[in-house]
């Protein structure tokens, strides 16, 4: 089993829409876990992280589920701009490792 | 707003030759990482390196690659004899070492084997 799985997509969505993005990790002892976006051929750009308790920024909200090993984002109110690859990443507790998953790309159609 | 750089951002290599890709972490950053991005395909972990030694190191980070931090702002990748297979983007992130892992990339260099 990978260490992180999302599913690639590509998700298509109209303007206004709302999207949901999951994530598993195979590994219990993840302790951080981490939203990236990418844009095309450019580098990750941490989105936000997701904590115990879930959190949210503006239209977006992340939540972990530890019991079933998933993080989950929420993007409402889809714009176009927000067409990207968005990346899940992990980190275990005690390891200098940030293990990022293949992404999962949205594309917000006018 | 602080940021990593990376320089250069493409690099033309010839199969067997050494390339060193070069860094400038946040400046009161502590934890530094490479990480790798071949066209298509996810975003790897090459290393990680605390206190001027190697923390992690995957199983792609093999003896052709090596890292330094040659002084107190640089930190470099250095591959000894280049391979077709390398040719990716290099991403250099680092960390503030406070604990929550969240890490800022450069821009990445753009590396193409010959």
């Known amino acids: 089993r990978k260490e992180v799985e999302q599913d690639p997509g590509p998700f298509n969505v109209p303007e206004g829409a709302t999207v949901a993005f999951n994530c598993t990790y195979s590994n219990s002892a993840s302790q951080s876990f981490f939203w990236y976006r990418q844009d095309c051929r450019k580098e990750p750009k941490l989105l936000m992280s997701v904590y115990s308790s879930g959190n949210e920024d503006g239209r977006f909200t992340a939540q972990l589920n530890r019991a079933s090993q998933y993080i989950s984002l929420l993007i409402r109110d889809s714009k176009l701009s927000d067409s990207a690859t968005y990346l899940c990443a992990v980190n275990i507790l005690g390891y200098q490792k940030v293990t990022f998953g293949t992404g999962t790309k949205l594309q917000v159609i006018p | 707003e602080p940021e990593v750089t990376q320089t250069p951002s493409h690099q033309v290599t010839q199969m067997g030759q050494e390339v060193i890709l070069r860094c400038v972490p946040i400046s009161n950053h502590l934890y530094f990482y490479w990480y790798r991005q071949i066209l298509g395909q996810k975003v790897e972990f090459l290393v990680s390196?605390?206190?001027?030694?190697?923390?992690?190191k995957s199983e792609i980070f093999d003896d052709q690659f090596s890292v330094e931090r040659p002084d107190g702002s640089n930190f470099t990748l250095k591959i000894r004899s280049t391979k077709l297979e390398d040719s990716a983007m290099y991403f250099c992130?680092?960390?503030?070492?406070?604990?929550?892992?969240?890490?800022?990339f450069g821009s990445g260099t753009q590396l193409s084997v010959l």
């Open positions: 992130a680092s960390a503030t070492g406070t604990g929550d892992e969240k890490l800022f």
């Open positions: 390196f605390y206190n001027n030694e190697i923390s992690e």
